[in-house]
């Protein structure tokens, strides 16, 4: 599989679990249990996108500008599950955290498949695109993903 098509089953994976977290409530197992599997994926899909989708378009001018902004917003989501983290999980407040987080992350999914992916494709060969494809399910492996 395409570094784009590894990239959307995991995009997919984070639309589900921020689905499936809207639905909980207060201080129930499943929230605790969907939000820790959403913290690892966010964590882990961000470390290896960087690395085998950014990192390789970084180096070009066509793609600069959008490397440097999909990484920016990996940190902007990274301090909003650092917000959640400081609150208490049955609060109102963090169903707000909660839903600032999942706007973002749906815009970050949503830039990168409408948009970035289009643009990458110009950049990067087939070879290269399976290759990163390859190496990316292969440190999601790793982290147990």
């Known amino acids: 599989m ?12 984070q639309r589900k679990l921020l689905e499936l977290l ?3 409530s207060g201080n129930e197992p499943e929230r605790k249990q969907y939000y820790q599997q959403l913290k690892v994926q ?3 899909h961000a470390a290896a996108e960087e690395r085998y989708f950014y990192n390789p378009l970084i180096e070009d001018d066509a793609t600069i500008e959008m490397s440097r902004h999909g ?5 902007e989501i990274d301090e909003l599950v650092e917000t959640l983290e400081q609150t ?5 407040a963090w169903l707000q955290h909660f839903k600032n987080l999942q ?8 830039d990168e498949e409408q948009g970035f992916f289009q643009r990458a494709g110009k950049v990067l060969n087939e070879e290269e695109k399976e290759k990163l494809g390859k190496d990316y ?5 790793e982290k147990g993903l």
């Open 103 to 110: 706007h973002k992350v749906l815009h970050h999914l949503e």
């Open 88 to 92: 208490e999980m049955s609060s109102p």
């Open 22 to 24: 809207l639905g909980t």
């Open 42 to 44: 966010l964590d882990q």
């Open 71 to 75: 990484i920016a917003e990996h940190h």
């Open 137 to 141: 399910r292969n440190m999601m492996k």
């Open 2 to 13: 395409t570094i784009f098509e590894e990239l959307r089953t995991d995009h997919n994976k």
